[in-house]
């Protein structure tokens, strides 16, 4: 089964119970990513959504998002997480800062905080990602749309992503100051 | 034996064992807070500095540092380090912004980056934290130094600081403006 | 007449007549304050809005806000804005570290950005000042109001905001990942 | 003469002795922009310094700098400061954080602060700006020397530095997890 956290060709390889296991035990690092068209003056153009099916069969539109592998470096997973979701060309640039503009806490136990995350406690820190070059994509995803921060942000869309996703993308507009 | 990380009070609590096995395979999330005092415009005027006896003997000078527990918040996390640390009596500021200032990694492989922490992969989020009430060193430390900026970033203090914290140091005063 | 920037003891002081030449010319520096009540964990409770009555005689609501005069501090111009908007006794906290979460850039000429200023072209660095004292509104404020996230970004307040104010109040809440 | 801050082909052009003028009156904004050349993951390799002959004929290294103009954007200032000193073919990425990473406030009192020019009090706000194309340097520059993190902050080009300069690359390289 394809699961987006085991399968990476890396020394850190976890199996699917032990991973489980941890899971119960320690918060998990993430990084998120919202991928982003920009201008020639930086300012954002586009919103990258990713179309998702999620385990539940429903479809939610999602950002860039996985989990940091031991002794893997928080720059290194943002690049195999771009790249495993929106494919080899898409010419992401990582920002230079080592702070992400924030962080996404992700509960296990729903009435902790406002993000629910049911399979595990993670700590995601949300970093903007231009990407200039051609996105595709890839392993499970079954879209990628790019849209306007006006688009982005409206209610509708907003019905359509997965849990927390929406609130990193008003979270990112408010940070450039593009928030409508 | 008083260990930092598992004698909590807590749901989340981990035996030694699991919690070495645990290390081996994911990230661990840390908070880390530079303790500072400030004059009534927000400025710098002195650092806080830990000293701790280390396990290998040696003595050596620190920042607030500490584990987040399963499904503790980044929050909570800081305010039980900063209190056992500090004592009750600190009045930490914990600052509002939900992102770090700085991210710090600590990787058990040495050659995999500038921080090393034989016992485990960590990623460490820092925060700068005001506190205007009295300090009382508690648990392990054996005294809490308050330095001037010049002071904290001496050659002679950076000589007798733990690994990475001479670094977080100096990181926080650039962030406020005071690095000399 | 009472003007808010002219009539400072300051040794920067301009006559009426130079500062409105002077507008036409360079931008003006401006700090922002968005004053808010934390709980222990640095959590906004509340957000703090000042009822102003404009020059139109219109009433709007407001951030704490004014100009920086020549060789005056950053620092030096949050605190006596922020000392003369709630009173003496508000022990506003002004944050460390010296750059601002945000900025707004208010054009004279409307079409030039989404923050419109007729009297001048202003940029404007915002910070979020938690305050544990008792403010009191003062100057030309006529009244202040605490408000939770929640009602500070709900639409009938978001209409009562000065030009550009509901934006810079709701940017504050996504930095401290409270936007609802 | 040529003068870096009035002979730009802009509306908001002033002569020189109106310039003076508001100079002694009010702070002027400037943008400073550290440009950086990075790897794949957004790390540093090298800080772009250049070689200045300042007005008292001495040669010192600067980053870029400069005024942002009546009603001009700080993003346009960056842009048109960025082409100015670096040439056409720089292919400057302007961050799309709207908050600069640092501020400097140079005051035209040598005793208000850590900056100091004699010219006027200028409020600068700081981005660090990866850019991936030729860099050739324009208008009064002599060279564009491109040094690693270590070299940059090394004591001897700390040396050779324009008043300020040697700091906000201090500061950028904090920023980012690489001061040495």
Redesign the interface.
Known sequence: MANNDVTDTHP?W?DDD?LED?R??????YVEAVP?R?D?????EKVGLLLRAQQDGSVSRAVVSG??????????A??RHLNKDLGPDASP?????????????Y???EE???FHDPRQ?A?A?GY?V?CSGECHPAQDALDLAWLSPAEATSSHIAEEMSAGHG?LV??AL????Q?P
Request: a positive charge; aromatic letters at 6%.
């Open positions: 850190a976890l032990t941890v119960g035990q320690v918060p998990m690092v982003v920009v020639h003056l930086g300012r954002i989990r940091v592998l031991h002794n893997e470096s928080l720059r290194d943002l690049w640039a990582i920002p230079p800062g080592v702070a992400p503009f924030t962080v996404a806490e509960f296990s136990d902790l905080g406002d406690h700590v820190l903007l231009p609130r008003r979270r408010a940070f450039v100051g928030l």
